[in-house]
């Protein structure tokens, strides 16, 4: 297989609302009570799929014929491979560690996966796991030009309603050679609804949305130039670690099994405390005291308002692409996840190995138009705490 693969550029379709757990479109009551009586999601028995993404030829089928050779897991590959027929179709390829490979045709109905009604897509995976047992892991490749929040999205939610699959994480590969190409593409093509403006690029998503980011075909690359090129991964993306790579090739335990958004380990983000700044998005730490029942509750509508952009900061022009956190509450602490619009709270474990050092809470923002000082003051009208500087 090509390292250079190239991706082909579906028809562009409409994509209708999403589900949502905690969202504008869906509003639910706060309840600390509620919110309190939350636990770690049990993927168990799930299977976990991890979202590799990637601008176009950046090594991201490279990658994954590198992780199906490897270990002795049985692999479901669903590739970005379409038919001519009306129903757009997936290649599905199953492989284990005895090499053998199977094939399947995976039926997604009315569009590419990351811009199809969600439901179907979620439904045609679960329905391929009731057809064929016996693998334990899906690796989903989308499209170089697809933004990856609304796929990642739509398994996320599933999980919440207690489907048999699990988003494990994302995955970014880079091409080192044509990054800053794409980083500097703003005319470049989208796929689906996706509108990219002020700078924004797919490639700037893609990285903004990563778990892991790939900094693939380094051997093509000196030194000095690939110091540059991660610092400005990190200057997008500062929570995400960054690997090098070329050919696709590297550890799996650094990019599988990353329980992404279902950990209670917040140390990754926990020791970001540098403010990254990229021409266009920025990675932004706020750090605060403890919370009480009622901070807590003001805390989610501050949430609420710069994830949603209502009231004072409708006027930002901020844009929120991720977000992590940690919330102490009195003896306890919670995790929160967010992906653009969307948000969860995760109860940590207080008792466990993972339990943070820092007792301080801590709020880690990935988007366009964020401003420390605007962000600041509307933290401290609206919870009624005042930050933490170091």
């Not at 993306?237 to 550890?251: E, F, H, L, M, W």
């Amino acid at each position: 297989m090509n390292e250079n693969d190239i991706d082909f550029i579906p028809e562009l379709v409409t994509e209708e609302n999403e589900p949502i757990r905690y969202s504008k479109d869906n509003r639910r009551a706060t309840n600390y009570r509620e919110h309190s009586g939350l636990t770690e999601k049990d993927t168990t028995n799930k299977i976990p799929i991890t979202i590799v993404t990637g601008y176009l030829g950046s090594g991201k089928s490279t990658l994954l014929e590198q992780i199906a050779k490897k270990g002795d897991r049985r692999v479901a590959v669903i590739l970005n491979e379409f038919g001519d027929s009306a129903a757009i179709e997936k290649s599905l390829t199953i492989k284990g560690g005895n090499s053998q490979e199977y094939e399947e045709w995976l039926d997604l109905g009315n569009g590419c996966l990351c811009c199809s009604v969600k439901d179907n897509g979620v439904a045609a995976i679960e329905r391929l796991i009731a057809k064929r047992k016996g693998f334990d892991y899906i690796l989903l490749e989308t499209t170089g030009l697809a933004d990856p929040a609304p796929i990642a999205t739509m398994f996320w939610l599933d999980d919440a309603l207690s489907s048999n699959v699990y988003i494990d994480g994302v995955v970014t590969v880079i091409d080192s050679q044509n990054i800053e190409k794409w980083l500097s593409d703003t005319g470049g093509h989208t796929h689906g609804p996706t509108e990219t403006d002020g700078g924004i690029t797919i490639a700037h998503l893609q990285i903004a949305m990563a778990d892991v980011i790939l900094l693939n075909k380094v051997d093509k690359m000196d030194q000095k130039d690939l110091d540059r090129l991660e610092e400005r991964a990190k200057s997008i993306n500062a929570v995400a670690p960054v690997y090098r790579s070329k050919y696709g090739d590297v550890d799996l335990i650094k990019i599988l099994d990353l329980h992404a958004y279902d950990t209670k380990d917040v140390s990754p983000f926990l020791r970001n405390k540098a403010l990254y700044h990229d021409s266009t998005i920025h990675t932004i730490a706020l750090e605060f005291p403890k919370v009480d029942k009622d901070g807590f509750e003001r805390f989610e509508r501050f949430l609420q308002d710069i994830l949603w952009v209502e009231n004072d900061v409708e006027t930002w022009n901020m844009e929120i692409y991720r977000a992590k956190g940690l919330l102490y509450c009195g003896r306890s602490f919670r995790v929160l996840q967010a992906v653009r619009k969307t948000y969860d709270f995760i109860d940590g474990d207080e008792d466990g190995p993972n339990q943070p050092t820092l007792h301080n809470s801590k709020l880690v923002l990935i988007g366009k138009g964020l401003s420390f000082e605007k962000l600041k003051s509307h933290f401290e009208k609206s919870v009624g705490l005042s930050l933490i500087e170091s």
